[in-house]
């Protein structure tokens, strides 16, 4: 038996990516960039074992099997994957036909799938870099990129570290539609992100259909592909000169936009919620207060949980000021925010206001009600894919999930 276990970061777009020119290989309509989180804070891990004497393909994810032939976007990853192997395999008759064995395949997020923070693109991510090392493909990360794309678009981006781009290409077969990594986790070490996780019982519109209930029904998506182009240039900049100024700026922006073209969908698409809204002007006053040079950045995916970007200098505030005005509730409170960087120096929350200039208008927003903010993940930009011992793997010998 062969078995690899991986893992794979989460990555938060700053130029997002919504909207499909072709929905079965997962081609986009416009460029987009993220940044990598740490694995450390938020991650999806993998393993997968080979062995001929299995049944079949067999496929658990968060502790529970699930039908792997009804999962079509994994099942293109496997098939991918798995004719790069037979060309080596064809190649070097000496090689396991690793190509024809079953598989068992096992992945779980260290993050609740309930929080609403994306796990298709580090779950994916993780999926393809797995198969990837368990067949020993010597392929290049952006190549397999165009794999995991074929999985979940932003999850080409999750194979890199650091700063990454997924190039729309425009090809019809996809062949130039590939990830590649702007700038390496090491470019930038000051900045930093805190996902704030917004409680909502509701169920959202999927990623997957309301981008393309927004290719097919709003106007303003036409004005939002003729400036993403400018804003790609203007944001690689930025990030190359560390500009944090234009980079807050480009990423509130476009998180706006996106959610405008959202609205601009009909019938709407509505992901923001009135904490997420809250936060938006809570981080407009906050810069203001500061005579309008940028101290943080917000953006938002499909879903009202809010990325606050910032630089290190200023995270101990700004984890303050949202810990202010979204209070934990007092069930939730060991787990609100469990300090990984030790910004608070081990003595929590205070209940005085936090140390923000005087400009700054304390009435801005109401107090939220406690709990609106579920909790705070301090997180800074790190590496990619990472591969882990055999000591880690959730599978037994046997194959069995442990
Ligand atoms: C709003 O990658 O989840 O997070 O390709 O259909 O799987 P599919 O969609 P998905 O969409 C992510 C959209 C976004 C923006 C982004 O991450 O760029």
């Known amino acids: 038996m062969s078995s690899v276990t991986c893992t794979a970061p989460v990555n938060i777009a700053v130029i997002k990516y919504w909207g499909k020119r072709d929905t079965q290989l997962i081609l986009p309509t416009n460029d987009s960039l993220s940044v990598t989180l740490s694995q450390d804070i938020l991650h ?44 080596m395999e064809k190649e070097d008759p000496d090689l396991l036909p690793l190509s024809t064995y079953p598989l068992h395949v096992c992945s779980e997020n260290n993050f609740p799938t309930a929080a609403g923070l994306a796990s298709s693109a580090s779950g994916l991510a993780a999926l393809v870099f797995t198969l990837a090392k368990l067949f020993d493909l010597p392929t290049s990360m952006t190549d397999l ?48 992100a805190l996902v704030c996780v917004v409680s909502d019982a509701k169920k959202g519109t999927s990623s997957t259909s309301g981008m393309q209930q927004t290719i097919e029904s709003s106007p303003l998506m036409k004005e939002r592909l003729r400036v993403v182009p400018g804003r790609m240039d203007a944001m690689k900049q930025a990030i190359k000169d560390k500009n944090f100024q234009t980079f807050a700026e480009l990423t509130m922006r476009d998180s706006n936009q996106f959610h405008s073209v959202c609205l601009d969908t009909f019938p ?18 906050y810069n203001a207060a500061n005579n309008g040079v940028y101290k943080a950045a917000y953006t938002y995916d499909a879903g009202p949980n809010a990325v606050i970007y910032a630089t290190k200098e200023n995270m101990k505030e700004i984890i303050e000021l949202i810990g202010h005005y979204f209070p934990s509730s007092d069930e939730k409170k060991s787990t609100y925010f469990t300090d990984p960087y030790n910004v608070l120096e081990g003595k929590g929350f205070s209940n005085e206001f936090p140390v923000v200039n005087q400009k700054f208008n304390t009435s801005v927003i109401p107090i939220y009600p406690p709990g609106s903010v579920s909790r705070l993940l301090h997180t800074k930009v790190h590496d990619g894919p990472r591969t882990l011992g055999e000591d880690q793997s959730l599978l037994n010998s046997d194959g069995i999930p442990k």
């Open 145 to 192: 990129s165009r794999i995991a794309r074929q999985g979940s678009g932003s999850a080409c981006r999750s194979l890199f570290g650091g700063f990454v781009a997924w190039e729309m290409g425009s090809e019809a077969d996809g062949s130039d539609s590939r990830a590649v990594q702007i700038a390496p986790d090491t470019h930038w070490p000051e900045l930093e």
């Open 268 to 285: 709407p698409i509505f992901y923001l919620n009135d904490t997420s809204r809250g936060i938006i002007q809570l981080i407009h006053e």
């Open 44 to 87: 999806s891990k993998t393993s997968i074992s080979a062995n001929k004497g299995y049944a079949q393909d067999r496929l658990w994810l968060n502790g529970i099997e699930e039908d792997i032939t009804k999962n079509k976007r994994m099942h293109n990853c496997f098939r991918e994957t798995r004719a790069l192997r037979q060309r």
